[in-house]
C-alpha cells in the first residue's frame, strides 16, 4: 500500500494510516514473529494509541470495526473487515450540507463522564479532498 501508493502522497509531511484492528494486530502478530519485537506504541495527545511504519502513524480505527460487526454481516460472513486507509491529515475533511449550519455546533465538555460532546441538528460527512492522496486496502 505504501509504496505504491501516488509519490505525493508518499512524500507527504502529515500521512497517516488509518485501518481496522484486525490489520493492526496482524501487523503486530508478523513483526513479532520475525524480530520478536513487540510494536510500540504510542499514547497521542488525543488518547489514541498509535505506532509507526516507516515514519508513518498508524492509527487503528475502531469504530470501523464496530460499524462492519454491527451493520456489514451477511449471517455468514463480514463484508471485507480488514480495512486500511493511507492518506494525510489535511485530505481527510467534514462537509455540511451549508457554511452556515456550522455555526449551529453546540460543543462541550462533561466533566462528570469525562466526555466532549457535540450537538448538531444536519448531516454532516467525511469527505476526500484529493483522490490521489489517498490509497486503500481491503
Request: cysteine-free.
Amino acid at each position: 500500500m505504501i509504496y505504491n501508493a501516488d509519490l505525493r502522497l508518499r512524500g507527504a509531511k502529515d500521512k497517516i494510516i488509518v485501518a481496522t484492528q484486525s490489520v493492526v494486530d496482524q501487523y503486530a502478530r508478523e513483526r513479532k514473529a520475525v524480530t520478536n519485537i513487540e510494536l510500540a506504541y504510542e499514547r497521542t495527545e488525543s488518547g489514541i494509541d498509535t505506532f509507526k511504519i516507516d515514519g508513518i502513524d498508524v492509527i487503528p480505527f475502531h469504530f470501523l470495526d464496530r460499524h462492519i460487526k454491527a451493520y456489514e454481516h451477511n449471517g455468514t460472513k463480514y463484508n471485507q473487515p480488514h480495512r486500511a486507509l493511507f492518506t494525510t491529515k489535511s485530505n481527510l475533511q467534514i462537509g455540511t450540507e451549508e457554511i452556515s449550519k456550522l455555526s449551529e455546533l453546540d460543543p462541550f465538555y462533561e466533566k462528570k463522564t469525562k466526555q466532549y460532546i457535540v450537538d448538531y441538528a444536519f448531516n454532516i460527512d467525511a469527505k476526500i479532498a484529493e483522490d490521489h492522496l489517498t490509497m486503500v486496502a481491503y
